[in-house]
């Protein structure tokens, strides 16, 4: 488990097509960690992940990183397909992801939890409780109440 940034891929179990997440590691890493998964906002015009607002600013990835280690957790960022989110093969590819990391990682089971913003809050609550078994938590900022109608 080598500490900072990996940016990963896996192959989509819905529909074979290869997704990237960003994982950090944090630098103090040992033993069976918590993973924290940051479910994406909604934009307007979605693009493959290496090209999008998930990954390209470089405050955010800083963000990302001290947060890993002031709390000592993984911290994966994922994708979205569509311009709303939230759609079965977003939910499909949060699980993916999950079971991606614990194949290669040393994840805690118990301590799994989901994180998002506006939209991405709505849909980390959607995931939770369609699959309640799985999350110890799951935080939301600011989450909207119905998926939005965002056209490209």
């Given at each position: 488990?080598?500490p ?75 994708g979205a ?8 093969a977003?939910?499909a ?8 990391i614990?194949?290669?990682?040393s ?8 994180y998002?913003v ?9 995931l939770?409780?369609?699959h ?21």
């Amino acid at each position: 488990m080598r500490p900072g940034q990996h940016l990963r891929e896996f192959v989509s179990a819905t529909d074979t097509s290869h997704q990237n997440y960003l994982l950090d590691i944090p630098e103090t890493a040992a033993g069976k960690m918590g993973l924290v998964i940051i479910v994406p906002y909604a934009v307007t015009k979605q693009r493959p992940f290496l090209e999008s607002a998930f990954i390209s600013y470089s405050t955010v990835l800083e963000q990302v990183r001290q947060a890993s280690n002031q709390t000592n957790l993984a911290v994966a960022i994922i994708g979205a397909r569509e311009p709303a989110g939230g759609s079965p093969a977003d939910e499909a590819d949060a699980l993916d992801v999950l079971k991606d990391i614990s194949s290669h990682y040393s994840i805690d089971p118990k301590r799994i939890y989901l994180y998002g913003v506006c939209e991405g809050g709505r849909n980390a609550l959607l995931l939770a409780e369609h699959h309640p078994g799985i999350f110890a938590a799951v935080g939301a900022w600011g989450p909207t109440l119905a998926a939005s109608a965002l056209t490209a």
